[in-house]
């Protein structure tokens, strides 16, 4: 199989994957919407970057080795499988627009036991697969650079949201865990 081809088709199922996420998991009922329009931002942003990473990948000085490719299939696919399991792991407090349910519950087991965000950190690593896929730095800078401005306002509105909610319970979480890299940052 070609790798146009491969990442076509590993693109669909993300994509797909997205979709059923944003009809499943959208804020309903009495949830306390929080968004400030960063879900539109975010997608906004990666909308853009993507198609323009796509369209400098084929720009020569700043072509890389093809062995590359994999490395990025490598980085969507266990993007995929963290942001899967992120969002099994909150299942019932998760929603693609930031918002509070009633009942709200601070989740600090599996993944959360160490980063606050291991969805984005899914997706961040998804995205920046996507550019070495391309086999294109360029494409990676792009990317990458639209990605973490739009997920840095994403979590600055939802660690927001959840310090209003939560309070101290929420900062001593922040304290004792890292934003989006175990150990790091």
């Not at 992120?86 to 407090?93: D, P, Q």
Request: aromatic share 12%.
């Amino acid at each position: 199989m070609r790798h146009g081809s491969l990442l076509a088709i590993v693109s669909a199922l993300w994509v797909a994957s997205e979709l059923v996420v944003m009809v499943l998991k959208h804020a309903r009922g009495n949830a306390s919407r929080r968004d400030r329009g960063s879900l539109a931002l975010l997608w906004g942003g990666i909308t853009i970057a993507v198609f323009a990473g796509s369209m400098v990948q084929r720009y020569p000085p700043t072509r890389m080795g093809g062995a590359l490719f994999w490395v990025g299939m490598a980085l969507i696919v266990t993007g995929i499988i963290i942001r899967a399991i992120a969002i099994v792991t909150l299942w019932r407090y998760f929603t693609v627009d930031v918002s509070i349910r009633e009942g709200h519950e601070l989740v600090d087991r599996g993944l959360y036991g160490v980063i606050r965000h291991p969805a984005y950190t899914g997706s961040l690593l998804s995205f920046l697969g996507l550019g070495f896929a391309f086999r294109n730095w360029l494409s990676v800078a792009i990317i990458a650079a639209a990605t973490i401005a739009g997920f840095s306002y994403r979590i600055f509105v939802e660690e927001s949201a959840l310090i209003e909610h939560f309070g101290d319970r929420y900062r001593d979480y922040m304290r004792r865990s890292k934003r989006l890299i175990p150990g790091i940052y």
